[in-house]
């Protein structure tokens, strides 16, 4: 069974810089495409990021292209959401996905093509 558990999410001011953990357990996490989505009070889940099951591509949301960056460690199972010069407007609930996609170039950033879930972890950017 497939698990995945975000964490380090907090409260950080505006400008200031976060990293998100995935760690998976049940399945080796460098397998499967990750992506992070987030959903913010009031409005929908939308896609910050992604990166390719051999960590070769990487793609992000325009609102985050230039801060945030996406990175594995494989011997630690695990996938880092880094997230640099914060905005108010980037405070939400964190997730991290994953799928096993047939091709290893395959990336989407789109919620129905995930079937492997995180809990969350909440982000508050704020003075």
């Known amino acids: 069974q497939v698990q995945l558990v975000e964490s380090g999410g907090g409260l950080v001011q505006p400008g200031g810089s976060l990293r998100l953990s995935c760690a998976a357990s049940?399945?080796?996490?460098?397998?499967?495409?990750v992506a992070w989505f987030r959903q913010a009070p009031g409005k929908e889940r939308e896609g910050v990021g992604c990166?390719?099951?051999?960590?070769?591509?990487?793609y992000y949301a325009d609102s985050v292209t230039d801060r945030f960056s996406i990175f594995r460690d494989n011997p630690r199972n695990t996938v880092y959401l880094q997230m640099n010069s914060l905005k108010p407007e980037d405070t939400a609930v964190y997730y991290c996905?994953?799928?096993?996609?047939?091709?290893?170039?395959?990336?989407?950033?789109?919620?129905?093509?995930?079937?492997?879930w995180g809990q969350g972890t909440q982000v508050t950017v704020s003075s």
């Open positions: 049940g399945v080796t996490l460098e397998n499967y495409a």
């Open positions: 996905a994953a799928q096993n996609f047939y091709s290893s170039d395959y990336l989407p950033l789109r919620e129905y093509e995930y079937h492997h």
């Open positions: 990166i390719s099951r051999l960590g070769d591509y990487t």
